[in-house]
């Protein structure tokens, strides 16, 4: 084979699965995304079970370096189920948080939005696993399936909650409503 003809053969390829105007436009996306975020709201159940606000104001999430870091992980569990409003409470259920890498995907619509955990927070904690516990958080492949979006400072994401050891079910509105492991996030941008 050519030269010439394989370098076809390798650019054929490497269009098929992700042209460079797709691959800028997820950068620049990402960019975009970077920076410190204060969580506004999170629910599940199409907004009947949610996270209480003053449990939300001890949460920290960054976005940078192709990654998002969570510094609590919450459970949406119910508690204090309440059957005349049928809603109820989420809770923290004793986990730190998580470091998640990032894969968008800004050409579909809605734009989506791939979240891996990658690690845990504080790195102290996942300093105290031992290699084989580390290696088998990173190679859990955990991965929640979502979409996003951004309208200037706030950044909104719904995923699907539970996508360990089956086929995520990514969303395909805001709602949250769609499937019971549906979680819809807010988060507002916080200022530099």
Not at 5 to 11: D, G, I, K, W
Not at 60 to 80: G, T
Not at 137 to 159: E, W
Request: net charge negative; with cysteine; aromatic share 6%.
């Amino acid at each position: 084979m050519t030269f010439l003809r394989s370098l076809s053969v390798c650019l054929t390829l490497g269009f098929l699965f992700a042209s460079p105007a797709t691959l800028l436009s997820a950068d620049n996306e990402l960019s975009s995304l970077e920076g410190n975020w204060s969580l506004s709201s999170m629910t599940k159940h199409g907004g009947k079970v949610s996270i209480a606000q003053k449990l939300l104001g001890q949460t920290k999430v960054s976005i940078d370096d192709n990654e998002l870091r969570m510094n609590k992980y919450w459970q949406l569990l119910p508690r204090n189920y309440n059957p005349k409003t049928k809603t109820a409470e989420g809770y923290l259920d004793g986990h730190p948080g998580h470091r998640y890498s990032i894969v968008l995907h800004p050409e579909e619509n809605p734009k989506q939005i791939d979240l891996q955990i990658t690690g845990i927070l504080p790195q102290s904690e996942e300093d105290e696993l031992s290699p084989a516990e580390r290696d088998l958080l990173r190679n859990n492949q955990v991965r929640h399936a979502g979409i996003y979006s951004l309208d200037g400072d706030k950044l909104t994401i719904c995923f699907d909650e539970y996508s360990v050891n089956h086929k995520a079910s990514r969303p395909t509105n805001f709602s949250g409503e769609e499937a019971e492991d549906h979680v819809l996030m807010v988060l507002k941008r916080k200022p530099e």
